[in-house]
Structure formats: C-alpha cells, structure tokens
C-alpha cells in the first residue's frame, strides 16, 4: 500500500515555465540580446537556474560572469514569481483524489525556499501539503537521496511505501537511491539529457490522472 506520494515542483506539480523563462529573457534584454522563444526555454526549466543560464548565455558555475547573472536571473524571476505559474490541468483533481483516499503528499523541489514556499502560497499548496522541502532544506539536493528521505521522515513514512513523481532524470535518480517508488512524469520538461524512457523509471505516466492507478 502507498502511504504518501512526493512531486517535484517545476514541471510536476505546476507550469513555471513562463515565469522562469519570463526572468531569463529580461536578463537577455538587460545584457542586450533578444528574446528566445517560450519552445526552447522550456525543455531547461527542470534544470534550475543552472540550465537557464546554459541555454540564455552558454556559461556555468565556472564562468567569471556567472555569479553576476545568476543573481540579477534570481531578482527578476522574485519579482514575479507567480504571474502566470499555475498548477497542471487535471493537478488539482489528482491532489484531492489522494486526500480522498488518505494518502499523504507533498512537495520535493531543488528550489530554494525563498522561492519555494511563495509560490506554493500563491497556488494553494502551502496548507494542504504534508511537507515542503526546498533545495536548501536538506544537506544534498536531488539526484541525492536527501530531501526523499527528509520527506519521509517529515510525514512519518517509510520510503518502501512512497512514490516520488517528477519530470527530470534526477528525480528518478534520487527516488531510487532514497529506496521509494520513481514515476516520470510524461507532461513535464523532461530536460534534454536523455530519453524519458531510459531514466529507469518505475512507471511513465502521461497525465495527473493516472496516479490512481498507481496506488493499489
């Protein structure tokens, strides 16, 4: 039996693509470059502001001007976190389902808090899920087992017992060394690494309504 399900965030739970990708190409405009268009933003999303700034600016965490441009994307994208972020179609109904049914849930993000908990505010998440844990709630972020098992051990779960649903190959990595369930979620960003279906997910999911299917 499945005592709680954990999501991802960005690309799971909710649609944040225009809002970080909003962020990205004032950064763009600020720097004096153009825009880039929503369909290729969107694929790095998952990916955080590291994979924004790999697609906006071609630089890493090596570059001389990363630091610079990873703050000025972060004071943009605070300004309007929540503009057009909404959750999935059909998110809503499969959250409620699992209340239905007594399963607990809750949110599992390399996000940091500062930007975490705002946005589940502004989607009406913060008091309905079990637990919130950001990227700076736990010692190591995802693909570590880390902020899983911190989930786990926030809602009184065992990992054996709880499916982790994301849309990065991450996400399936940490839900496999935290020891629980690794569902891909087909509808997200799913990143330009490799093929969702070589992450070795337990099970692909094409919509927020198969994961009833999912909890006998």
């Known amino acids: 039996m499945i005592e709680a399900v954990f999501f991802d965030l960005d690309g799971t739970l909710a649609d944040t693509a225009a809002d970080l990708g ?5 950064l763009r405009a600020e720097q004096g470059l ?4 929503a369909g290729m933003i969107r694929p ?5 502001v590291r994979g924004l700034l790999r697609i906006g600016f071609d630089i890493g965490p090596g570059h001389p001007d990363y630091a610079r441009l990873h703050q000025r994307f972060l004071g943009h994208y605070e300004a309007a976190l929540c503009r057009d972020t909404a959750l999935f179609e059909g998110m809503d109904v499969a959250l409620g389902m699992l209340d239905a049914v007594g399963v607990i849930w809750g949110i599992v993000t390399n996000k940091t808090s500062r930007y975490t908990l705002p946005v589940a505010d502004a989607l009406g998440l913060a008091n309905r ?38 849309d990065d190959l991450r996400d399936i990595q940490a839900a496999r060394a935290a020891g629980m369930g690794a569902i ?3 509808w997200g960003y799913l990143g330009d690494e490799r093929p969702l279906e070589e992450w070795g997910a337990d099970t692909i999911i094409r919509s927020p309504a198969d994961l009833a299917g999912l909890l006998g």
């Open 129 to 166: 899920a079990a637990c919130i844990v950001s990227g700076d709630s736990a010692p190591r972020p995802k693909p570590a087992p880390d902020p899983l098992l911190l989930a786990c051990a926030l809602t009184g779960t065992a990992p054996a017992r709880c499916l982790y649903v994301g």
């Open 184 to 186: 891909a979620a087909a």
């Open 22 to 26: 909003g962020a990205l190409n004032r």
């Open 34 to 37: 153009p825009s880039l268009p």
């Open 44 to 48: 790095h999303v998952s990916k955080g």
